[in-house]
């Protein structure tokens, strides 16, 4: 894994599959960078699974991500991509005739870090999660050309899907920054041998590591370790 070693644009948070809590972490590192003195913005680009409201589709991992945020931006603009359907997101645009296009996301990429220090930006699934007959999350993070951020379940299997999420990764040349731990299972056993090897496998220790159902006051307190160990803690100069 490489440190962020320079002020990025900004994060992007990917897991090892979906429902691993993503969001959750996504969120947290956003409440902890706005406590650092940050500005940050953020995206949910591509989102599956929303309800239909008054002005329009929401979905729940974006409405909670611009909650966190402290640069205010349109809905469109934080999730471009929204589909009613809770399934996978190439399927959704498939059945709403309304393709990702890359280059959409991109533009709204730009637009919000215009007024922000960091974008913190949540995938839909993991790293292979496709998005289009053409694309998965991984061109998405490629395109933005952000440093990624891997949520670890911590349950049965999470040694292989760990692994098989480091190395895809890596092998695309994107900057795998750090991993998180996420306590999923109050009954996975062998949690701490569990967690020894992935801290040999990962090559690294996690940034954090939340423990089952966390109270918000924890799982700050674990997102502004995660933020101390990216060295993104101290207010940057403004991107432009």
Known sequence: MKPVSHTPRGLFITGTDTEVGKTLVAVSLVRALVKGGLRVAVMKPVASGAEPMPLGLRNSDALALLRAANVPAPYERVNPYCYVPPISPHLAAKEAAFPVDLRVIEECFDALRGNADLVVVEGAGGWYAPISEKHTMQDLALRLDLPVVLVVAM????????????????????????????????????????????VQLMGSPPLAVLPFQPDEATVLLAAEEAVRALRLSQPRKRLT
Do not use: K, Q
């Not at 895809?168 to 967690?195: C, K, M, S």
């Open 155 to 198: 349950r049965l299997g999470c040694l292989n899907h760990a692994m098989l999420s480091r190395r895809a990764i890596e092998a695309a040349g994107a900057n795998l920054a750090g991993w998180v731990a996420n306590e999923l299972d109050p009954g996975f056993e062998r949690r701490a041998e569990n967690l020894e090897s992935l």
